[in-house]
């Protein structure tokens, strides 16, 4: 095994402190202490996955697979095997890398959803840099959407990239209202925190719906509250979740006629600063802003978070761009997401995450979910004990909740342990050496 590595590049060490049953647990690098890290990972589907061998007989063949860049699902083609674990796909056209044959899931055998069926890559990066002519002021998102052979998504994409070529006063139509963006002030727009851009103010003029009270406000919280009525089964809310989702990837026919018109206001609202203003003042020229987006609007959906969790807590919120100077906390993050994908020791030692991951998934762990494990962990490439602490950072990430049993060798003299939780239980092995397994072969080896 390589030596772990410190946390990050900075030189910060972890603290160490007692818990778990070899005394140790960990805490984040001082500078990160007050940093709160994302509290929900892009989740997969929960089926089970073949992880798969590739010779060079498979290349042009369609897999599912993980992003070494970012951790998302994709489907791709096979282009080439490089070696030491590392794998080239064709991906929309794109070159994209994967390291280790674990992250290579399953083959498809229809092959074109490789490049047609987008569903599979829901929170994948679909950045590009076209916009839309400058000298254009009015959208119409469905026109824009059906005229371009464009999702939703895509055309508020060319409308921001339009904006930020020159910001100026435009007016974005949507087929249950309208919003009014205007040039703000200045603000940075990469994490980096070296340039700055005009920002992308949204607001609402009262003619463009009908009477509906109080003028509603600006702001994420605001928008969360008409989204999320106490009055409302929360199977409506889901559905409300996944029209979102479904407008937002489609190509804009949808006039949430049903809705009230404060929910109209507060879902363009929430669309226009999501998709729009926010990516513009936290990474102007990716998707990730949109991505923990979109991964928390499918959380919604499931029905494992409420839509004020989401966006409804200045301080909590777990779209960081809905906090009190949330812009700031996002492009941290993006930060610390960047230096970790860069480290090497990020895909070492990870036996007791992957041998959950596998009872609970039929997976091992995607990159987003190390890098959440091990930044609440506040440490890169440390082996693990199965401690409460350590599995309780684990099943966090994994958005699971299940009572987890840890099974010891007959001849470690070791007992085996249970960490609480809900049925089912999930089966661990421990195999010697810190080292975890899911499936462990000859189960006579095991109390």
């Avoid at 074109?112 to 890559?121: F, G, K, P, T, Y």
């Avoid at 003042?281 to 959380?299: G, P």
């Avoid at 906090?323 to 996002?330: A, L, P, V």
């Avoid at 930044?375 to 199965?386: E, I, K, P, T, Y």
Wanted: charge should be negative.
């Amino acid at each position: 095994m390589k030596q772990s590595q410190s946390f990050l590049k900075t030189g910060a060490s972890s603290a160490a402190s007692g818990s778990g049953k070899n005394g140790l647990s960990f805490m984040p690098p001082a500078q990160f202490r007050n940093l709160p890290f994302m509290s929900k990972p892009v989740t997969l589907p929960a089926g089970v996955f073949q992880l798969m061998d590739v010779t060079g007989d498979d290349i042009g063949n369609v897999f599912n697979i993980i992003l070494y860049r970012n951790g998302n699902h994709a489907v791709g083609s096979l282009v080439a095997i490089n070696g030491s674990g590392w794998y080239t796909f064709s991906v929309h056209g794109n070159n994209e890398t994967v390291r280790g044959k674990d992250n290579i899931l399953s083959e498809v055998m229809d092959e074109s959803s490789s490049e047609s069926d987008e569903s599979d890559n829901d929170n994948g990066d679909y950045y590009n840099d076209f916009a839309f002519d400058t000298d254009k002021n009015e959208f119409d998102i469905a026109e824009e959407a059906q005229e371009n052979d464009m999702t939703v998504k895509e055309v508020m994409m060319g409308i921001r990239n339009s904006f930020r070529e020159a910001p100026r006063t435009i007016r974005v139509h949507y087929p249950f209202g309208s919003k009014t963006i205007a040039k703000g002030n200045q603000a940075f727009d990469t994490p980096e925190e070296t340039t700055k851009q005009p920002q992308a103010m949204v607001s609402y003029r009262g003619k463009d719906y009908e009477k509906h009270g109080k003028k509603i406000g600006k702001d994420y919280d605001k928008w969360a509250m008409e989204l999320s009525d106490d009055s409302e089964d929360e199977d409506e809310k889901q559905e409300r979740a996944t029209r979102m989702i479904n407008y937002l990837d489609g190509n804009g026919d949808d006039d949430f006629d049903d809705m009230s018109e404060r929910g109209k206001i507060s879902m363009g609202g929430l669309f226009s600063v999501g998709l729009i203003s926010d990516p513009l003042r936290t990474q102007f020229d990716t998707t990730r802003t949109e991505n923990d987006f979109f991964s928390l609007l499918r959380e919604r959906e499931s029905g494992n978070i409420g839509f004020r969790e989401m966006f409804g807590d200045k301080s909590d919120s777990l779209f960081y761009p809905a906090r009190k100077e949330g812009s700031s906390q996002q492009r941290e993050k993006i930060r610390v997401e960047t230096e970790l994908e860069n480290e090497d020791a990020l895909w070492e030692n990870n036996c007791l995450i992957n041998a959950i991951c596998q009872a609970a998934h039929g997976r091992n762990a995607t990159m987003m979910e190390l890098l959440t494990i091990r930044f609440n962990l506040g440490n890169v490439g440390q082996m693990m004990v199965a401690s409460p602490h350590n599995i309780g950072v684990i099943r966090n990430a994994l958005g699971i909740n299940n009572r987890i049993v840890v099974h010891y060798r007959t001849n470690s003299f070791t007992p085996n342990e249970t960490i609480v939780g809900i049925n089912p239980a999930l089966h661990i092995y421990h195999t010697g050496h810190q080292h975890f397994i899911h499936n462990p072969g000859n189960l006579s080896l095991y109390k």
